[in-house]
């Protein structure tokens, strides 16, 4: 058994350490990168908490949303550990990274940091340059990734057991003080393990209880069980769903998000996010040239043009040059991250303030904001783009830098402002720190995506969500032993699944919602709030944590 930890900062009497178990794929499993024989995780505790796990009060695992790794979840870990340890319980948060992240290279990110110069980033990804002694080998294409077709749910629920076996041997210990929860999809996989039969022992006979952020932990949201009549049309479903793989072995459907070839989804974007996120770290107010750097094609160009065009017109003729933008570093960065501008839309953006310039002008690209307010298409919008107004920059000779979350809606504030007069950013609607957020973008290995995401990973979800119990998914048998265990959901009320709400998938009970959060800002949330009060989803995390454990005194 091979197992080493390495500690990534101390800070604020918090410690991050990345701790990696050796533990290779099956004899027989097709042809990998060495790197997916590793399982890592990222572990925040108290800095003078013991090393031993088993001997905190409690331990949170967490399972990233879709397209997410480890780093995603890294501020909603480190805001509850405070929390926990200000009420006296010694607590840890392990965010687990899934195997395919190690197809990833973030060497160029990494040796950038380390020499001081984001530079290089940019010339190990798009240069052709030696970078730390490498030269970037290119991003995957879809067919070299056939192995991903075996990364399913099960893939993920036996190497979380893994983890919490490796950990904390005892299961009966685990079953005390093990919560085990998630993002978005990572959500499913924590309820999906909460049902799995290992071996004759149920998953909730080895945890404490299950949460879910901006998301499901429970697996029949369609209520199935009780309607029967949409059983059948919903199980079929499911039943292509689980067909898949299949044609992905043969080579007849796409293994990842490796086959997205422009916007957002896939490797290069994610690529092209890290470098930019590096320069915001080690010279953000520097004017920038990075949309200088980028190609004039394919995925850079989209990227460039769906976060700054006004209008459709504008998008398709690129009859402006956006590249000739004046902006610092962190300001790039909130233009390719930032809910307002941002291509990625509501789904990947993070509220985390605003351009500090009243030189802006409303876009009507995809869609007006008055437009997605009518009553036809307010639901489409809000998944789409979520709550907030967007816009673009319209100056070429104004040096455009950032206003982070806690300085939006001062008096000083710059005016951004719609048609029908509505602010773009206020003190309530931005919750996420673009210093906080460039940190864990640029990330190194354990980092905020997931580059290539296994399709599979997707699927089996919505297999397991429409009933299918068979082949991979075999071993889901106990979820009625899963539904009687403590859980909590902490929802974004400006995210897509408040679209949702209204068809009642979510449960009846314990279920919180927070204004202003979009889909990615529950996992990512700044503590303080612009008003000076603690970061709200940490704190009710804690405090259903504080709730249904009641803590014993530490081993000596």
Sequence with gaps: ??????????????????????????????????????????????????????????????????????RSLQPLGRNTVRNLLASGISAEVWV?????????????????????????????????????????????????????????????????????????????????????????????QAGTYAAWDFAGRPGHDQIAGLVALDSITHLDPLRLSERRALSGPVGLLGG?????????????????????????????????????????????????????????????????????????????????????????????????????????????????????????????????????????????????????????????????????YDRCGTADAPGQFTRTGIPAATAGSEVVSIVELAKILAGGRLNVFEDYFPIRQQLDAVATLCGRRTGSLGPLRYENGAARLPFVNLMGQSSFTDVIAGAGVFPDHNVHWFPGYLHCDVAAGADPRADGSPEPIALALADFIRGTVTPAPLAS
Aim: net charge neutral; hydrophobic share 40%.
């Design 96 to 188: 687990l990274d899934r195997r395919a992240n190690g197809v990833e290279d973030h060497s160029g990110i990494e040796v950038a940091l380390a020499e001081g110069d984001y530079h290089l980033a940019f010339d190990y990804y798009y240069g052709g340059k030696k970078v730390g002694g490498r030269v970037f080998g290119g991003f995957h294409r879809d067919r070299e990734l056939g192995f991903l077709s075996e990364f399913g749910s099960a893939r993920t629920v036996q190497d979380t057991h893994e983890v919490l076996c490796r950990e904390i041997p005892d299961a009966d210990l685990r079953a005390q003080k093990v919560f085990l929860g998630g993002h978005s999809l990572g959500a499913i």
């Design 240 to 404: 292509g769903a689980a067909r898949v793989p299949a044609l992905m072995r043969r080579g007849l459907a796409p293994n990842s998000t490796a086959v997205l070839k422009g916007g957002w989804g896939n490797p290069e974007t994610f690529a092209i996010v890290a470098a930019t996120a590096a320069a915001a770290v080690l010279a953000p107010e520097a004017e920038s040239d990075i949309l200088r750097l980028l190609p004039r094609r394919g995925t850079p160009e989209r990227i460039v043009r769906g976060s700054t065009t006004r209008t459709w017109r504008e998008f398709i003729s690129r009859a402006t040059d956006y590249r000739a933008l004046r902006l610092t570093n962190q300001a790039v960065l909130g233009l390719l991250g930032g809910a307002h501008m941002s291509v990625n839309k509501a789904v990947l953006s993070m509220s985390c303030g605003t351009l500090d310039s009243a030189e802006v002008a409303p876009r009507t690209f995809p869609m007006s904001f008055e437009a997605g307010q009518t009553r036809g298409l307010r639901g489409l919008y809000r998944a789409t783009c979520g709550t907030a107004p967007r816009y673009s920059p319209t100056s070429f000779e104004t040096l455009y830098r950032w206003r982070d």
């Design 1 to 70: 058994m091979t197992r080493t930890e390495q500690v990534l900062e101390v800070a604020d009497d918090i410690r991050l350490s990345m701790v990696t178990h050796h533990l290779p794929l099956p004899e027989g499993f097709p042809a990998h990168p060495v790197d997916c024989d590793d399982l890592r995780h990222l572990r925040i505790r108290p800095a003078g908490a013991p090393d031993d796990p088993a001997r905190a009060d409690v331990v949170i695992v967490l399972l990233p949303g879709a397209i997410a790794g480890a």
